[in-house]
């Protein structure tokens, strides 16, 4: 079975905090992702690897960060939060083969006041 | 690069009706259209998915249709159940897997008992 954890379930921040998001999966895989996740928004991608210390822009990269030292972890970082930035985080994971399923974390609610 | 459009945005329908869900995509490149079920508090789960060389496929009660003239895709459950009540995402993956999926907003469907 598929599993990707995320570090912290809820988690309230201060404005101009440095927040660490991390996530971790266990089946190896090569690509992952960081979805933000907002009511009526869906799911927007922020950022994406697919390998160790490779990193692209997604959809919303700006106030956000990622860090991939090591394969089966993949961190999100919010600089200096800011409330706009309060949201649901998901992170995801799947397999560099075309056409395969995104397995996801249970997510972090993000709160930043 | 991509963009999908899902409607509706809340679908109510009495236990044991069928529900359908449709999603338009612009990027004709895109060859993958997973579709997900959020239930609440937890992550979303790949429930049904298809390629773009096939035009409908089935699984018991939930079944997808792909019209890639159109680029339009819907999602049909029938003998809708309450364990059915979920936020439902479409996605369409234009990038060989490695660029993440985008995804549609979301339909929140509810059943009616």
């Known amino acids: 079975d598929v599993k990707v954890t995320q570090s912290s379930r809820y988690l309230v921040k201060r404005t101009g905090e440095k927040v660490f998001l991390e996530c971790v999966q266990d089946m190896d895989h090569e690509n992952m992702f960081w979805y933000r996740q907002d009511p009526g928004l869906g799911l927007r991608l922020i950022y994406f690897s697919y390998d160790v210390k490779m990193k692209e822009k997604g959809d919303i990269p700006e106030g956000y960060s990622v860090s991939r030292e090591k394969k089966e972890r993949f961190s999100l970082i919010l600089e200096s939060a800011s409330t706009n930035q309060t949201s649901m985080y998901l992170c995801?994971?799947?397999?560099?083969?075309?056409?395969?399923?995104?397995?996801f974390g249970q997510g972090t609610r993000l709160t930043v006041v | 690069g991509e963009n999908v459009e899902q409607h509706p945005s809340t679908l109510s329908v009495q236990e044991g009706d069928s529900a359908v869900i449709k999603c338009t995509y612009s990027?004709?490149?895109?060859?993958?259209f997973p579709w997900y079920k959020q239930e609440l508090g937890k992550r979303p789960q790949l429930i049904i998915d298809?390629?773009?060389?096939?035009g409908e496929k089935k699984d018991q009660r939930i079944a997808v249709t792909l019209n890639k003239t159109a680029k339009h895709f819907s999602l049909h459950i029938t003998e809708t159940q309450p364990e059915d009540s979920a936020v439902y995402f479409c996605?369409?993956?234009?990038?060989?897997?490695?660029?993440?999926?985008?995804f549609g907003k979301g339909t929140h469907l509810i059943i009616q008992p």
């Open positions: 298809i390629r773009s060389n096939v």
């Open positions: 996605a369409a993956d234009s990038g060989g897997g490695a660029d993440g999926l985008t």
């Open positions: 995801a994971s799947s397999t560099p083969q075309e056409n395969t399923e995104a397995f």
């Open positions: 990027d004709s490149a895109s060859n993958y």
